[in-house]
């Protein structure tokens, strides 16, 4: 399968990027290419523009985009279908549970529910001041220090 045909498909999981157009946001697309000659698969990355009147998408977010049957303009193909992780709201896919982060000293995935088991066994570790529970949405402090909606 060829790069142009594979970008023919008619919903694509992109990363939203910074962008100056208006009612439409740019992302990222992440595609494997075929490789004739090693017998593999190699990561291409491909910019596009997704049709946003909305603006329902952030930069960072991961969106499902889907093709539009006729383009708007020469850039813009797809449009928006939804926002399926947000920023810094990673959901694991196979368990359901939300991420925090990588656990180095296990070498595994933390989650949100593996943090609070921890903190009812051995107590609350002091170091961690964050608190998922107590914490707003993201979004609530915009115009103030988060820009990533502007231009």
Same mark, same amino acid.
């Given at each position: 399968?060829?790069?142009?045909?594979?970008?023919?498909?008619?919903?694509? =999981? $992109?990363?939203?990027?910074?962008? !100056?157009?208006?009612?439409?946001?740019?992302?990222?697309? +992440?595609?494997? !290419?075929?490789?004739?000659?090693?017998?593999?698969?190699? *990561?291409?990355? %491909?910019?596009?523009?997704?049709? &946003?009147?909305?603006?329902?998408?952030?930069? $960072?977010?991961?969106? =499902?985009?889907?093709?539009?049957?006729?383009?708007?303009?020469?850039?813009?193909?797809?449009?928006?279908? #939804?926002?399926?992780?947000?920023?810094?709201?990673? %959901? &694991?896919?196979?368990?359901?549970?939300? !991420? @925090? $982060?990588?656990? !180095?000293?296990?070498? #595994? @995935?933390?989650?949100?529910?593996?943090?609070?088991?921890?903190?009812?066994?051995?107590? +609350?570790?002091?170091?961690?001041?964050?608190?998922?529970?107590?914490? *707003?949405?993201? $979004?609530?402090?915009?115009? +103030? +220090? &988060?820009?990533?909606?502007?231009?």
């Amino acid at each position: 399968m060829r790069l142009s045909q594979a970008l023919r498909a008619s919903l694509l =999981l $992109g990363k939203c990027l910074p962008t !100056v157009k208006s009612n439409c946001s740019r992302f990222s697309v +992440k595609r494997y !290419v075929y490789d004739d000659y090693l017998h593999t698969y190699f *990561p291409k990355f %491909t910019v596009m523009y997704a049709h &946003d009147p909305d603006k329902i998408c952030k930069t $960072g977010d991961i969106v =499902l985009i889907e093709e539009l049957p006729q383009k708007l303009t020469t850039l813009i193909t797809h449009k928006v279908n #939804k926002v399926v992780y947000p920023l810094g709201d990673i %959901t &694991d896919p196979i368990t359901g549970k939300k !991420v @925090v $982060g990588l656990r !180095v000293d296990l070498g #595994k @995935v933390a989650y949100r529910d593996d943090l609070e088991e921890e903190d009812e066994l051995y107590g +609350k570790n002091p170091q961690r001041k964050f608190d998922y529970k107590k914490a *707003p949405r993201r $979004g609530w402090q915009e115009d +103030k +220090k &988060d820009f990533t909606h502007r231009e």
